[in-house]
């Protein structure tokens, strides 16, 4: 098989609907127009158009999400996503963050809460390039969002 | 014949950086007007304006009729929307005097104090009365953030969205820099895109470089 | 022994001299090296240890130099001198001609109350600036800077704290403030006026410039943009000017047998207008004092005392008195003698080395003519040449970085050569200055 550099091209991309997916995880416009375009608008390309799929696939794990699922997933934890500068340029870590932070709740399956193995998967999960960590906070509300609706009674 | 007196250019070189190439050109466009006329304004297009192509863009605009720079601020101040803090890049005094007049104090501004002429930055500042802080290309992303946006003046804008800018912006705003900003913003300061090649100013995609181009 | 360091001290401090002017930018390095020499020779020849030279050296008038620097600089952050300079660029209209006069008058004033260089560091640049955009000429720029300089030298010397010789005359408490101001002062206004009506009436700078509106009306509206929203701040100006008031109402008033030295009022002034603003003070102790004028002059004073320890000032003192010469006409060869030496080695040495001579001159006349003469002897030296005094170079320097250039695009320099013709007529008017003060003053 060839390789072709389909990947080259990710004008499937439609930002738009990335946008109505994680409208009631990040209500504000502007905050989540700088969200979409950090995960779909920068970097190269193929992490543009993996991205835009995953989280296309992922929303249809939980359609039409709604105010009272976020704030349930929100209730369990969150935390900030770091806005990556040279380390003597930081500021106290509120206001140098993303306006979508990473749930934290679904990892208690996984590892239990406040434990070094959480945190060490909370590091990798924000580990890497802006597009990368924005990708797998938004994927994580995502999931969060279907396991609670697989688990309800 | 207007005679217009020698050494002109090295006049606009000395405060094109201080005030910002489109700024001082008005400054020169006025005063050579109100002395000589609009033959002399033609005369310094053409003798100016192959060295300062931002120059040529004014004169050529006085001339169509156009005689005082276009400062509205309402489109600026909607991209820069909710951001608590704004970087500035590149320097336009007739402009960013009148956004800073719009802007609630609670918008901390900085400016990137960095140019390809000789400036007194001090003196730059000492305008402003200590409501733009000075930081410079190491250390401006000091001011990153979920809040906080980068300007920049653009220099008139193409059909084909290419957009004149500062090399300076090219220098801040590199791959890492874009995500650390929320808004991009680009506020053009030219009423037409530039006839001659811009020597000291380099083109852009302006829809790809900016979330904002006003 | 004494011979031996009649003749090794001064060699070893003509050699340092020379030696900081031509390799300047080593000039701290040598100097220093050349203090520790001579205090090495001096007790080796049993002149006196390091101890003794130091604690001979006159630390009244560095802290009086250091004093009124920070004082100058909380003028500086006051932005009244640029904005002063402003309006004057306003005023003048952008006319050369006025340009020239009315920097030239300010900066007689300014060098009668900061040191030159804070006073050529501020307006320098922004004349340079003015310069660029009225488009100058190599005349215009040789003659005015040259007079700028003059002016300096002329305004730091009408006071007894505008610059290092006065200074130094006040600090050793040779002469009192007020004798000084109302002797000084009016020489070298009169000095002022002469060169002024020189250069500006008769020399005429600005023949050959352009005389186009469009300058003129480019200049005044940039000028004005350039400096659109700045104001003098008159919290940190007036305090300061109070201060600096209060020190001259002191200098002039208190009694100095009593305990209130020149150099203790300097110094409780200079702490009083930085304790105003103690961040600011703070700020400027720590980032504004001027390390490289204080140690050149420190180790410069630790060569002079070494030197008159050798005894040799006071045998040329003695060698002038005997001249077989009226004693006035031993005067005026002392005073023209400082105007040549100082030319040569720059008024920092030559003032300190001299002012022994005119110690033992001041017994034979009267010690204020004296003194005086002196001063105005050093100020048309340090007028001579553009290495006279340190502010030459730094004109040099800041108009090399400035790149201007005259229409046909050539570089416009500020030199020694370029110099010259202004030094020469400002020391031939500022000599004879002070050859008629000491003529009229002696009898």
């Known amino acids: 098989m060839s390789h072709s550099r389909a990947s080259s091209s990710a ?99 996984l590892a239990p809460a406040g434990s070094q193995d959480q945190a060490a998967m909370v590091d990798c999960l924000n580990d890497g390039p802006p597009q990368h960590a924005l990708a797998n906070a938004a994927m994580m509300w995502l999931i969060g969002a279907a396991i609670a609706r697989r688990d309800k009674p | 014949m207007t005679d217009l007196p020698p050494g002109l250019d090295q006049a606009l070189s000395a405060v094109a950086g201080e ?68 970087v500035v890049v590149g320097l336009e005094v007739a402009w960013l005097d009148r956004l800073l007049d719009k802007l609630p104090a609670s918008v901390k501004i900085a400016l990137v104090t960095h140019s390809g002429f000789p400036v007194d930055w001090e003196r730059v500042l000492d305008n402003y009365a200590g409501r733009v802080e000075r930081v410079d290309l190491d250390t401006f992303q000091h001011w990153a953030g979920g809040k906080s946006a980068l300007l920049t003046f653009a220099y008139g804008r193409a059909e084909d969205a290419r957009a004149a800018v500062l090399p300076l912006w090219l220098r801040a705003c590199g791959a890492d820099v874009r995500a650390q900003f929320r808004s991009l913003v680009a506020w053009n300061v030219l009423p037409s895109p530039l006839d001659l090649y811009p020597r000291r100013l380099v083109e852009v995609d302006a829809d790809e470089t900016f979330t904002h181009f006003v | ?84 300079a402003m309006r004057a660029c306003r005023w003048s209209g952008a006319d050369p001609r006025k340009i020239a006069l009315l920097f030239t008058v300010g900066m007689y004033s300014h060098g009668g109350l900061v040191n030159n260089l804070t006073a050529l560091l501020l307006i320098l640049p922004m004349l340079l600036g003015l310069y660029k955009l009225v488009g100058v000429t190599q005349r215009y720029v040789s003659w005015s ?100 008031a209060a020190m001259i109402v002191a200098w002039m008033t208190l009694p100095a047998d009593k305990g209130w030295t020149p150099e203790l009022i300097c110094w409780i002034g200079a702490a009083a207008a930085l304790a105003i603003r103690p961040k600011l003070g703070e700020r400027l102790l720590r980032r504004k004092v001027d390390m490289e004028a204080t140690l050149f002059l420190l180790g410069l004073f630790v060569m002079v005392v070494a030197v008159r320890r050798s005894g040799i000032f006071a045998s040329v003192a003695k060698g002038l008195v005997a001249l077989p010469i009226p004693p006035i006409a031993q005067l005026v060869v002392f005073v023209i003698a400082a105007g040549g030496l100082t030319a040569i080695f720059s008024a920092g040495p030559s003032m300190a080395a001299l002012l022994e001579v005119a110690d033992v001159l001041a017994q ?52 020694f050569v370029q110099f010259l013709p202004v030094g020469v007529m400002s020391f031939v008017v500022i000599e004879t200055i002070a050859v008629g003060y000491c003529l009229i003053t002696a009898r």
């Not at chain 1, 390309?45 to 999400?65: E, F, I, K, S």
């Not at chain 3, 005086?372 to 730094?394: E, H, I, K, N, Y």
């Open chain 2, 19 to 86: 005030l910002g190439m489109a700024s001082s050109s008005w400054v020169f466009v006025r005063a050579v007007a109100r002395c000589s006329g609009d033959e002399a304004v033609a005369k310094l297009a053409e003798e100016v304006g192959p060295e300062f192509v931002v120059l040529e863009a004014i004169a050529r605009a006085w001339l169509a009729g156009e005689h005082e720079p276009k400062t509205d601020t309402a489109k600026v101040i909607e991209a820069i929307g909710k951001a608590t803090r704004v």
């Open chain 3, 364 to 415: 034979k006349h009267p010690p204020n003519t004296v003194y005086v003469g002196l001063a105005l002897g050093v100020c048309a030296g340090s007028s001579l040449f553009t290495t006279a005094a340190t502010s030459g170079p730094l004109a040099q320097a800041l108009t090399e970085r400035a790149d201007l250039r005259d229409a046909e695009g050539n570089q416009l320099r500020f030199g």
């Open chain 3, 1 to 84: 022994m004494h011979a031996i360091g009649q003749a090794l001290l001064p060699a070893l401090l003509v050699v340092t001299l020379v030696l900081q002017a031509a390799l300047a930018r080593y000039r701290l390095l040598i100097v220093m090296s050349g203090a520790a020499a001579s205090c090495l020779a001096a007790s080796m020849l049993g002149l006196g240890h390091a101890a003794q030279i130091l604690a001979d050296v006159p630390w009244d008038v560095l802290v009086i130099l250091v004093g009124l620097g920070l004082i100058s600089e909380v003028f500086v952050e006051s932005r009244v001198f640029g904005v002063l």
């Open chain 3, 145 to 244: 800077i040259g007079l700028l300089l003059v002016a300096c030298n002329l305004g730091g010397a009408a006071t007894p704290i505008g610059d290092f010789p006065a200074v130094l005359l006040l600090g050793g408490g040779k002469m009192t403030f007020t004798a000084y101001l109302v002797r000084a002062l009016p020489a070298t206004l009169v000095g002022l006026f002469i060169l002024v009506t020189l250069v500006v009436f008769i020399v005429r700078p600005e023949r050959g410039m352009s005389k186009s509106p469009v300058s003129a009306a480019i200049t005044v509206d940039t000028m004005s943009a350039l400096y659109r929203n700045v104001r003098i701040d008159f919290r940190m100006l007036l305090p300061a000017a109070a201060a600096l």
């Open chain 1, 11 to 109: 004008a499937f991309v439609d930002a738009a609907r990335v946008d109505a997916l994680l409208a009631p995880i990040v209500p504000d416009t502007e905050d989540r127009a700088f969200v979409v375009r950090c995960i779909l608008g920068e970097g190269p390309t193929h992490h543009r158009g993996a991205n835009y799929v995953l989280l296309m696939l992922l929303g249809q794990l939980a359609p039409d999400l709604s105010a009272a699922d976020v704030d349930a997933l929100r209730a369990r934890g969150t935390l900030p996503v770091p806005i990556k500068v040279p380390p003597h340029l930081e500021r106290p870590q509120s206001l140098m963050a993303y306006p979508l932070g990473l749930p934290t709740g679904p990892l208690d399956a």
